[in-house]
């Protein structure tokens, strides 16, 4: 028997999330059996474990879209019991059960051998949000960018996306803006390596100007929507977007034209859910080898199960700052 937060679905299409003990029996088939350590809490598992269940396809459902832990069984040959691991993306916690449980069982294709120097706890303070961080660190990078190049923008910067890739560019040397619409939490993103905080209200209005002055080198956005279109038009000759999250909108203000063609821009779309085995391996390598573990720890919100269904409801307001770690077997 396993605890576990499951996810059901009345007779009346109301969900419910309580912390269950099941069997393992219940688990779905799949090659590889982990002891689940540790998970964390992203907008998607708010969606899940919310009222109208988002994204989950089918019921009775344990979210959760990433976790750590150690193989406890396993048909596979690349994985054997004790090995450490890692896993986020492949619809885990949305059509395959995942990490809120002390166990889960998942194909072996989905897995990464945990890179040496983390720790399961600190490899979910990284989380998905933060693997997302570091793929956009990677695409920047591999499009040219170079701390000498400029200032580098992140945007939702005190959410886990932002958080990770604030302090993942300053440890690599970049000059990093951070975009905050709370004030309050200045003194988290300059701890975190931000040497200049920018007030959302900078890129709240639709302007009907071409393009602006060029200010950014390359940019981290986790909102799109206005704050995106305003963004595109700042950036300088040449340089790159990395676009990961659609909290301010799916719409995109502004003319094909300007910036892509006049000034060169690349929008960089970075997915996180179906990246192949070679680059999700390369990521967490440099994430073990370039994030400050102390700017990790500050991100820390410890959690247990017990208090997912109230944490799924604040990170979906925007009221979650940093990384909630999730303590499966506390």
């Not at 299409?13 to 069997?23: C, D, F, I, N, P």
Request: hydrophobic share 45%.
């Amino acid at each position: 028997m396993f605890k576990a937060l499951l996810v059901e679905k009345d007779d009346e299409g109301k969900t419910h999330a309580a912390v269950q003990e099941l069997s393992e029996d219940s688990l779905p088939e799949a090659e590889v059996t982990v002891a689940v350590e540790y998970s964390t809490v992203n907008y998607k598992d708010g969606l899940c474990v919310g009222p109208g269940g988002g994204l989950v396809r089918r019921y009775p459902h344990v979210p959760g879209i990433d976790f750590a832990g150690t193989v406890e069984a396993s048909d596979d040959p690349r994985y054997k019991p004790g090995d450490k691991v890692v896993l986020t993306g492949w619809r885990v916690g949305e059509a395959h059960w995942g990490g809120y449980a002390q166990k889960a069982r998942v194909r072996a294709d989905w897995l990464v051998p945990l890179p040496a120097g983390l720790t399961a706890r600190q490899a979910m303070a990284v989380g998905t949000a933060g693997f997302t961080a570091m793929l956009s660190v990677m695409a920047l990078e591999d499009h040219g960018l170079r701390p000498e190049k400029g200032e580098v923008l992140v945007t939702g910067a005190a959410g886990g996306v932002g958080s990770v890739a604030t302090a993942i560019l300053a440890n690599l040397g970049y000059q990093v803006a951070a975009v905050t619409g709370r004030p309050e939490q200045a003194d988290y993103l300059k701890g975190l390596g931000a040497q200049e905080i920018v007030a959302r209200d900078e890129f709240a209005e639709v302007t009907r100007k071409p393009l602006e002055s060029e200010r950014w080198a390359g940019c981290v956005d986790a909102v799109a929507g206005v704050m995106l279109g305003r963004v595109l038009k700042q950036m300088k000759y040449g340089c790159s977007v990395a676009a990961v999250g659609l909290a301010g909108g799916a719409a995109i203000e502004g003319a094909l034209i300007t910036p892509f063609i006049l000034r060169g821009v690349n929008l960089l779309g970075i997915d996180s859910v179906m990246q192949p085995y070679d680059n999700r391996v390369r990521a967490w390598e440099r994430i073990a080898r370039d994030l400050p573990m102390d700017k990790l720890e500050a991100m820390i919100q410890p959690a247990t199960l017990a208090d997912l269904p109230d944490l799924g409801k604040a990170i979906l307001k925007g009221q979650v700052k940093g990384r909630v770690v999730v303590d499966v077997n506390a």
